[in-house]
């Protein structure tokens, strides 16, 4: 196969999947590179060092190739290469592979006309695997036509109803009911970056505290994998969940380490704001026997009857070793669980309700 191509929205498991494929080419022996084009797709010049420097473990005359050219003064281009290139590849006898991730912020049209010189002149041996939130403008229909082309869409990458379910419940061990797991799967349509914030959230809203690290890492991840294709690019429809949703969670990650607690309320004030995948994953005795509206929460009291002794918020967060940010999300919960806009009047409310002497 001359090329493989995944082509899909952000978070639907391109770069999963082609992760998968680039280790287990690498466990049986397969010479395979990785090229991530977020940083050099808009500099020919740095693309063709970077392809170098990750074909050098299996290409070196190449890679020397390259630096020799420019460090003779004159960047290197890929067509004065392209031969030797060749000509490596046929001499090492063996199948290599190259992944080229994120191809979607490849600007320089000079980029796209050199990676279909490697499509048309370098041996049988060469595949090229991309992965790419739109069609590359390569001869497509001419691979397809011949054979050479192997498409992975949307549709494709998707998580299926019995595969979510053997991820949900298997491989990530979660406790979901049947409609649980089908709900989840309808409502992030079977996106694994979503679903993994599924998990992620279900974890955290058990507070398993080690959850903590992974939810900052995977959040960055998927907030970088949905950053525009250019400064001036404005985010597709289908990236905006993603987007507010792991932002959501890098600010709930962010002052984990020390404060607990501060990460849980903003855990919880995610689940309420964007509750759309959430709301699924409460366990089926919270979902069937809700809290009254108006019921506060313990720490709500204890903030409530701070606030009746004159303490400011950051007062407040000194008191209980939680931060004012923490207190202030904890402050507008009371107003509106109060009916009230006013200190004055949450401690006049919280004496008629019995919380406060």
Request: glycine share 8%.
């Amino acid at each position: 196969m001359r090329l493989v191509l995944l082509s899909g929205p952000s978070g639907v498991g391109k770069t999963t999947l082609m992760a998968r494929w680039h280790a287990i080419a690498r466990n049986r022996g397969i010479a395979a590179g990785w090229l991530s084009l977020h940083r050099s797709g808009h500099d020919p010049r740095r693309f063709l060092a970077d392809l170098a420097d990750v074909l050098d473990p299996v290409l070196p005359v190449f890679a020397r190739r390259v630096a020799g050219l420019d460090a003779g003064g004159a960047p290197a281009v890929l067509e004065e290469v392209l031969c030797d290139l060749a000509g490596e590849l046929d001499r090492l006898g063996r199948q290599v592979v190259l992944f080229l991730d994120d191809y979607q912020a490849v600007a320089d049209p000079a980029i796209h006309r050199d990676v279909n010189r490697m499509l048309s002149a370098l041996p049988g041996c060469f595949t090229l695997v991309i992965a790419t939130r739109i069609d590359p403008p390569l001869p497509l229909a001419r691979l397809r036509g011949c054979g050479a082309l192997l498409e992975l869409r949307a549709a494709d990458l998707r998580f299926t109803l019995d595969e979510a379910r053997y991820y949900l419940t298997r491989v990530q061990s979660l406790d979901l009911t049947e409609d649980q797991v089908r709900d989840v799967t309808e409502k992030t349509e079977g996106r694994i970056s979503a679903l993994q914030l599924a998990v992620m959230t279900r974890r955290l809203m058990a507070k398993e505290r080690d959850a903590l690290p992974e939810i900052r890492h995977r959040a960055d991840q998927w907030l970088d994998q949905v950053d525009p294709a250019g400064p001036d690019a404005a985010p597709q429809a289908d990236d905006l969940l993603l987007r507010g949703f792991a932002a959501l969670m890098v600010g709930y990650a962010a002052g984990a380490a020390g404060d607990l607690e501060s990460a849980l309320a903003q855990c919880r004030d995610a689940i309420e704001t964007s509750g759309r995948v959430l709301e699924t994953l409460r366990p089926e005795t919270a979902r069937t026997a809700p809290a009254a509206p108006d019921r506060l929460h313990h720490r709500e009291i204890q903030i409530l009857r701070l606030v009746s002794e004159g303490l400011r918020n950051r007062e407040i967060g000194g008191r209980l070793r939680i931060s004012e940010d923490t207190v202030k999300w904890y402050m507008k919960r009371l107003f509106a669980k109060l009916y009230v806009t006013t200190r004055t009047s949450a401690v006049a409310r919280g004496r008629e309700m019995g919380y406060l002497p």
